[in-house]
């Protein structure tokens, strides 16, 4: 594979897909920036070897062309303050030949949302899969997108794939066009080539105790992964609102928590699994339970499994938070997705804030800790404890479906 580090890019037209995909507030202001602040050690080196910059990516889900609500516009202005230099815009992905044939070295180009177009995608618009003639639209649209990602390859020289958080989509830019650059002038970004580093330690290169904690309302959601990580930790914790269907599932009464009534015999079946193997399984003793889902909910501390009617675990407890801490400040790799309460809500965020700070301590003694997924990202950065853990990952269901042990597309494409 080539490394960027090694690759000279002057006068060279680059071709990067980014993934841009940040949130934005009704006025079209970044909330997070954290996506464009990460692709910046790759577009820089770029530019600094004097390379002619092609920035590419998503944002939403755009169903029309163009769809104003979901322009790259309204980030335009952020990525040139983040890079230093003023980005030059094209206002369609496909008719940007003259602006990129203008680039001078040093100079950057950012295209408009490239999912304006359904051929970046490659699934056919305004036509439901039932319908007779689906099936032909969507080969159609196969050819179509053909078209669409020679047109974004003519652009440039080389191919450079920096969005990790798009790397579990097969799309036009994120993984067919690769096929149009032979193997020396395609690669990944420093991002990408990070996350692939930081995923390969919890997958693959794992120093032990493992430790995986994860979190979420739904056993349901989560089977995938805590059946591919069953076989690789060696303490599996399972917090948050699925606490309550295996509490249930083993017989406890759980008021009006959270509950997957047609999931219990699954719970039972992952506790087997787990004994089975060999793995720690560790679940909440103790909750804090409320009476209603708000902050001036009256609480109180009781078993997991001993919740009366009209209350609600929303938090663990005490006794939860010293035995997982317990277990986390002894691991030497440490994999959390997903908060153990409602961690919104300041009330029931002690749960998530310990499980947060056992990791930095763990960290500190040497461990390896990966903290990434939705919900995970937005509660450490709300502890501000971001840079005192080893990595947190940009991407969401991508990095999901990377510790399931799928094989990303986006990753495949340029690893071959
Ligand atoms: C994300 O934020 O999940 C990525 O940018 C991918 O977007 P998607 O889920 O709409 O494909
Ligand atoms: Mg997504």
């Known amino acids: 594979m080539t490394n960027i580090d090694n690759y000279n890019f002057a006068e060279k037209k680059a071709f990067v897909r980014v993934d841009f995909n940040v949130p934005v507030d009704e006025n079209f202001n970044i909330t997070d920036d954290t996506r464009i602040r990460a692709a910046m050690p790759t577009l820089k080196k770029i530019i600094s070897d004097g390379g002619r910059l092609i920035i590419a990516s998503h944002m939403g889900r755009p169903k029309k062309n163009p769809d104003p609500k979901c322009s790259l516009k309204h980030i335009l202005a952020n990525v040139s303050k983040n890079l230093g230099i003023e980005v030059k815009f094209a206002d369609d992905c496909q008719k940007a030949q003259e602006m990129v044939a203008s680039l001078k070295d040093g100079e950057a180009l950012l295209l ?45 020289d080389c191919y450079v794939n920096d969005a990790f958080g798009t790397a579990h989509r097969k799309h036009a830019s994120t993984a067919i066009i690769a096929d149009y650059f032979d193997a020396e002038n395609k690669m990944f970004g420093y991002l990408m080539s990070k996350e692939v580093a930081a995923v390969d330690k919890v997958m693959n290169n794992i120093v032990r105790p ?18 591919n990580l069953i076989s690789k930790v060696d303490n599996l914790i399972l917090c948050g609102g699925m606490t309550y269907t295996f509490k249930k599932a083993m017989g406890g009464t759980i008021g009006k928590s959270l509950c997957e009534e047609d999931k219990l015999d699954l719970a039972l079946e992952i506790m087997q699994q787990a004994k089975d193997k060999g793995v720690n399984l560790v679940l909440a003793q103790d909750s804090v339970v409320a009476d209603d889902f708000s902050a001036d909910a009256n609480t109180m501390i009781v078993d997991s499994d001993k919740i009366d009617d009209g209350w609600e675990g929303l938090d663990i407890g005490p006794k939860t938070i010293k035995a997982f801490s317990d277990v986390i400040v002894n691991s030497k790799t440490i994999l959390w997705n997903g908060p153990c309460g409602v961690f919104e809500i300041d009330k029931f965020a002690v749960g998530s804030k310990a499980i947060a700070d056992a990791i ?22 709300k502890f501000g404890l971001a840079d005192k853990v080893s990595y947190v990952s940009t991407g969401g269901g991508a990095l999901l479906e990377a510790i399931e042990g799928k094989v990303l597309p986006g990753i495949a494409a340029i690893k071959g």
């Not at 999912?115 to 007779?132: H, L, N, S, T």
């Not at 032909?136 to 990602?149: G, H, S």
């Not at 995986?212 to 059946?227: L, N, Q, R, Y």
Request: glycine share 10%; net charge negative.
């Open 112 to 156: 408009e949302n490239l999912r304006f177009y359904a051929e970046e995608e490659g699934k056919p618009r305004g036509i439901e899969k039932e319908d007779p003639a689906y099936d032909a639209a969507k080969k159609a649209m196969k050819e179509a997108q053909k078209a669409f990602t020679k047109v974004l390859a003519s652009y440039a």
């Open 360 to 381: 930095v301590e763990a960290t500190n003694n040497g461990a390896f800790s990966l903290i990434g997924g939705g919900d995970s990202v937005a509660c450490i950065n």
């Open 210 to 227: 493992f430790t995986a904690i994860m979190g979420g309302s739904k056993v349901s959601t989560k089977i995938d992964i805590i059946e």
